[in-house]
Nanobody, 127 residues
Framework: QVQLVESGGGLVQAGGSLRLSCAASGRTFSSSAMGWFRQAPGKEREFVAA???????????AYTDTVKGRFTISRDNAKNTVDLQMTSLKPEDTAVYYC?????????????????WGQGTQVTVSS
């Protein structure tokens, strides 16, 4: 049984930093696409960042425009984890953050394309 478990959320002041971590179990995702999404109250779940194995034998990362230069996604295959380092946080970053994974390395920003999901972790940024 595949499980994704997020941790690291919390309350932080604007301009602060948080590091989210997602631990996967039940299978190895080293060559799979993994991503972070977020959902604010009353809004749809939106893409934040993704990381996947590329044909050039490196990891390819992608970010939504609103977090570029502030957030960094990374993975540790030995630990089967994927992290999201968030800096210069803004009140508009407040949301529940979800870790997601696919069974292959195809790149998508549509949450409906991801098969596995964590339960989410709350990030609240105060002004």
């Amino acid at each position: 049984q595949v499980q994704l478990v997020e941790s690291g959320g919390g309350l932080v002041q604007a301009g602060g930093s948080l590091r989210l971590s997602c631990a996967a179990s039940g299978r190895t995702f080293s060559s799979s696409a993994m991503g972070w999404f977020r959902q604010a109250p009353g809004k749809e779940r939106e893409f934040v960042a993704a990381i996947r194995w590329s044909s050039t034998s490196t990891y390819y990362t992608a970010y939504t425009d609103t977090v570029k230069g502030r957030f960094t996604i990374s993975r540790d295959n030995a630990k089967n984890t994927v992290d999201l380092q968030m800096t210069s946080l803004k009140p508009e970053d407040t949301a529940v953050y979800y870790c997601a994974a696919r069974s292959d390395s195809a790149y998508y920003t549509d949450p409906r394309k991801f098969e596995y999901w964590g339960q989410g972790t709350q990030v609240t940024v105060s002004s």
